[in-house]
């Protein structure tokens, strides 16, 4: 296959530099395993001496201003009317290798204290499922009774728009209790769930808030574990978080709107203050206040105590333990007259 021929002129002193620097920078090997390439040649202008340079070999690596190669070199002089030819190898050093750019590392997993201040938030952006193991004693007629009762709260966050979001806040209890309602009696299911959605602002300085709806669904599934009543209202929550510390209040009101009438009418308002502090370290104190007034009986419950949990991983899975001491401060006739305990495990899902 012929190969392509391309002139240029090139002065005699030139000529000479090009033949002495070529020989000491070529030496007398090639490489195998590289691509080949087409022969140049260079031819004079009128009245001048010229070079042809024509060469075939291997490449490694062609660029736009040099050709990195290993192969046979041939110059060949015309100097009017004598041709002489010289052939030279060419083996230059490897070019240093292209750096291949590494794969974009995924975002850094998010710090133990980040995680903790985002479950000190009921409305942060952020999957949680609290598993919460209340134990009561000393209730019903005459302080013979005792409860259980676990709590399963999912807290599923919902992206409705670049400004706003809907949080979903179930509560689900799996109650036990004996000796409460009648001595020797005992019950065992599920009581009446809880369901609130919040719409909050997305970004939402200086304060975090949050409003919606809050419904009482009767799905107990023993009469004396639930009130039979559909229940209805508004939820609110204020929110501040700074340096560590988070402050504010959840707040609800929900009325029977269908339902049992058989048993006191649905009228209760919740109030959680909720005031702790989270260290560097995963670990968060705080107080636990989950209060409720019922209207109808016209009667308080305030429990009052510490709280401390740690947020740990089990590989990259975060999850937090918790513990509570509730004291009651009021409470309605035929609860729990003593301190109680509270022991939560809650699963992290972080986006």
């Not at 490449?59 to 030819?85: C, H, M, W, Y």
Request: proline fraction near 9%; glycine fraction near 8%; aromatic fraction near 10%.
């Amino acid at each position: 296959m012929a190969q392509p021929r391309v002139f240029v002129s090139v002065g005699a002193p030139f000529l000479a530099l090009l033949l002495v620097t070529g020989l000491a920078a070529f030496q007398q090997e090639t490489e195998p395993g590289a691509k080949q390439f087409s022969s140049k040649s260079f031819e004079p202008k009128s009245n001048e001496r010229s070079a042809h340079l024509s060469h075939d070999g291997e490449i490694e690596k062609p660029s736009s201003r040099d050709i990195t190669a290993t192969g046979t070199l041939t110059l060949q002089f015309k100097a009017r009317p004598a041709v002489f030819n010289t052939k030279l190898y060419w083996n230059p050093a490897r070019p240093t290798p292209t750096p291949v750019p590494e794969p974009a590392s995924q975002a850094p997993a998010e710090s133990a204290a980040e995680l903790a201040k985002k479950l000190a938030n009921p409305v942060a952006s952020l999957i949680s499922v609290p598993f919460q193991y209340n134990y009561d004693y000393n209730v019903g007629p005459g302080g013979r009774g005792s409860r259980s009762t676990l709590i399963i709260q999912p807290v599923i966050p919902f992206k409705l728009s670049a400004n706003w979001n809907l949080i979903s806040r179930t509560i689900v209890p799996i109650i036990h209790q004996s000796n409460v309602t009648a001595p020797g009696a005992g019950e065992t299911g599920v009581g009446d769930t809880t369901q609130s959605l919040f719409f909050s602002p997305s970004r939402s300085e200086p304060f975090i808030w949050a409003v919606g709806p809050v419904l009482v669904i009767p799905t107990a599934t023993n009469s004396n574990l639930g009130l039979g009543q559909l229940g209805l209202g508004p939820t609110f929550l204020i929110l501040k978080q700074q340096k560590g510390l988070t402050f504010g209040a959840l707040v609800n009101h929900a009325v029977r709107v269908a339902g049992s009438t058989s048993k006191p009418k649905l009228n209760n308002t919740f109030l959680q203050p909720i005031l702790s502090y989270g260290t560097k370290t995963g670990w968060t104190y705080g107080l636990t206040m989950e209060s409720s007034y019922d209207w109808t009986a016209k009667q308080w419950s305030v429990p009052i105590g510490p709280s401390v949990s740690k947020l740990v991983r089990f590989g990259k899975k975060p999850v937090s333990f918790a513990g509570a001491l509730r004291c009651w401060a009021a409470r309605a006739p035929n609860s729990a007259n003593n301190c109680s305990f509270r022991f939560t495990t809650t699963l992290l899902f972080p986006a």
